[in-house]
């Protein structure tokens, strides 16, 4: 597999999240949970963050009368800047398959800047921007 990689500036991203460990079976009823507690999920931003710690970060961007504490949510900022981008599409679950096989060639094309995270941007049902940070230069 090999899918067209681009360039991406990201802005700096306030969220809510959930943590699962990374590469468990805890990821999938994490997502549910999360998405139960908000109720409604349109017009949300998903992402799904992690880097090499062990942890997986589901979140959602915060908008304006969102109260976490309420939600039993935590708080933090997806950072921004430079990422090399390549897009997953297919339904749900069956493109999560797709997922590694994407960050890797992500990570054979670029150089990572292992102080940022890697993002998956859940932009629709059937489509993931799957995004790995750029080192400063590349």
Do not use: K, N
């Not at 360039?7 to 949970?33: C, K, L, N, Q, Y």
């Amino acid at each position: 597999m090999h899918l067209p990689v681009r360039h991406v500036e990201r802005a700096e991203t306030p969220v809510m999240f959930i943590e699962a460990r990374d590469g468990s079976d805890e990821i999938g009823p994490v997502w549910d949970h999360l998405e139960t507690v908000l109720g409604s999920m349109r017009g949300r931003t998903f992402l799904g963050v992690f880097d090499d710690s062990g942890v997986y970060r589901c979140c959602v961007q915060m908008r304006a009368g969102d109260v976490p504490d309420h939600l039993g949510l935590r708080t933090g900022v997806v950072p921004g800047g430079r990422y090399l981008s390549a897009t997953v599409r297919g339904p749900q679950p069956a493109a999560y398959a797709l997922l590694t096989p994407t960050f890797e060639q992500l990570q054979r094309t670029g150089d990572r800047d292992d102080s940022r995270p890697c993002i998956e941007y859940y932009r629709r049902h059937d489509r993931i921007d799957v995004l790995m940070p750029l080192r400063d230069g590349d």
